[in-house]
Nanobody, 124 residues
């Protein structure tokens, strides 16, 4: 069972970027999925989450700028990052919570499987 995150890179502030998280080895359509991010010296923080139904939940810092979505047929979760800011610079991780039909949770300890992370650097 693997989660493969991709789409990161060096980008300018204000533009858009889409991160992808492809799951293999297991069907994730019934599980909540989340995106988190981490910067050096800080704890990993919740960014966005999505339930099996498509309902979403966002951290206040990204609400209105980021959009999480999922394509269950492709076993893939996306994070569209609009109006990026330098403070969005971080390693972004996707994660799966093996709680069928569960709610989105923001605590990293509730997630059972993590991708390897993809670096996003936003220049001002």
């Amino acid at each position: 069972v693997q989660l493969q995150a991709s789409g990161g890179g060096l980008v300018q502030a204000g533009g858009s970027l889409i991160l992808s998280c492809a799951a293999s080895g297991r069907t994730f359509s019934n599980y909540p999925m989340g995106w988190f991010r981490q910067t050096p010296g800080k704890e990993r923080e919740f960014v966005a989450g999505i339930r099996w139904s498509g309902s979403t939940y966002y951290a206040d810092s990204v609400k209105g700028r980021f959009t999480i979505s999922r394509d269950n047929a492709k076993n893939t979760v996306y994070l569209q990052m609009n109006r990026r800011k330098p403070e969005d610079t971080a390693i972004y991780y996707c994660a799966a919570d093996y709680s069928p039909f569960g709610a989105v949770r923001t605590d990293t300890r509730e997630y059972d499987n993590w991708g390897q992370g993809t670096q996003v650097t936003v220049s001002s």
